[in-house]
C-alpha cells in the first residue's frame, strides 16, 4: 500500500470548488506535487512545492500542505477537469518517492 | 523544449527481462531521471531515478530486480526489470525530476513526461 493516502473518487459540480487530499507522515517534512492524467495519457504536472504552477496551468488550480496533509484545490471547477489526480512527494525514509493511490475527479 | 520518448519491446516473456530505453532531447543527461509505471486500471508506481549519472534510488518492491542506468554518449537512459511476471504488465513511462530553488529550498517535481510504452508480459 502507498504511503500517500488519496480518497478513491470525488465528485463536484459545474463551476464548484472541490479539494483534494493526500495524506502521509512524510508530507510533515517535504513539499508535495500534484499530476492531472487523463484516460489514454501521460500524467501532467499542475501543482509543484506544495503551491506553485508550472507555466500553462490555470490559476483554478492551487495547492496547500498543512500537518500530514496535501491538498489540491480547484475553484470553479471546468468540464475538462475531469481525470485522475496524483500526489507524489518523498517516502517516509526522504531517499526515495512515492505516489498517492490516486483521486479520480468527476466534474457534474 | 525537453522531450523523452520510450522505447523497447511491447511483449516480454514470463520470467524474462523488460529492458526499455528512454531518449531525451532537448536536455543534458546530468538531470534527474525516473522511471514510472501504471498497471492497467491501476495507479501510478515509482520505480526509480538516476541522477549525477550514476546515482540511484529505487523502489524497495522492486531493488532486487530493477537497474537504471545513464548512456551520456547516446542522450538517453535505460531501465532493466529482470524475472518479470504477468504483475509486471503495464504502461512504463520516463520522466525528468526537476528542482525549483525558492526562498532557498528546493522544492522537486516530474515536469517532463514521456507518452508510455506499453509492456505485456506473458
Known amino acids: 500500500s502507498s504511503e500517500l493516502t488519496q480518497d478513491p473518487a470525488v465528485s463536484v459540480a459545474l463551476g464548484q470548488t472541490v479539494r483534494i487530499t493526500c495524506q502521509g507522515d512524510?508530507?510533515?517534512?517535504?513539499?508535495a506535487s500534484w499530476y492531472q492524467q487523463k484516460p489514454g495519457q501521460a500524467p501532467i504536472l499542475v501543482i509543484y512545492?506544495?503551491?506553485d504552477r508550472p507555466s500553462g496551468i490555470p490559476d483554478r488550480f492551487s495547492g496547500s500542505n498543512s500537518g500530514n496533509t496535501a491538498s489540491l484545490t480547484i475553484t470553479g471547477a471546468q468540464a475538462e477537469d475531469g481525470a485522475d489526480y496524483y500526489c507524489?512527494?518523498?517516502?517516509?525514509?526522504?531517499?526515495?518517492?512515492?505516489f498517492g493511490g490516486g483521486t479520480k475527479l468527476t466534474v457534474l | 523544449q525537453v522531450q523523452l520518448q520510450e522505447s523497447g519491446p511491447g511483449l516480454v516473456k514470463s520470467s524474462g527481462t523488460l529492458s526499455l530505453t528512454c531518449a531525451v532531447s532537448?536536455?543534458?543527461?546530468?538531470?534527474?531521471w525516473t522511471w514510472v509505471r501504471q498497471p492497467p486500471g491501476k495507479g501510478l508506481e515509482w520505480i526509480g531515478e538516476?541522477?549525477?549519472?550514476?546515482?540511484?534510488n529505487y523502489n524497495p518492491s522492486l531493488k532486487s530486480r530493477v537497474t537504471i542506468s545513464v548512456d551520456e554518449s547516446r542522450n538517453h537512459f535505460s531501465l532493466k526489470l529482470d524475472s518479470v511476471t504477468a504483475a509486471d504488465t503495464a504502461v512504463y513511462y520516463c520522466?525528468?525530476?526537476?528542482?525549483?530553488?525558492?526562498?532557498?529550498?528546493?522544492?522537486?517535481?516530474?515536469?517532463?513526461w514521456g507518452q508510455g510504452t506499453t509492456v505485456t508480459v506473458s
Open positions: 512524510s508530507l510533515r517534512s517535504y513539499s
Open positions: 507524489h512527494s518523498r517516502d517516509n525514509s526522504g531517499d526515495r518517492w512515492v
Open positions: 512545492g506544495d503551491n
Open positions: 532537448g536536455d543534458s543527461m546530468s538531470s534527474r
Open positions: 520522466a525528468r525530476l526537476s528542482s525549483f530553488l525558492e526562498a532557498d529550498y528546493y522544492y522537486y517535481a516530474l515536469d517532463v
Open positions: 538516476i541522477y549525477h549519472s550514476a546515482r540511484t
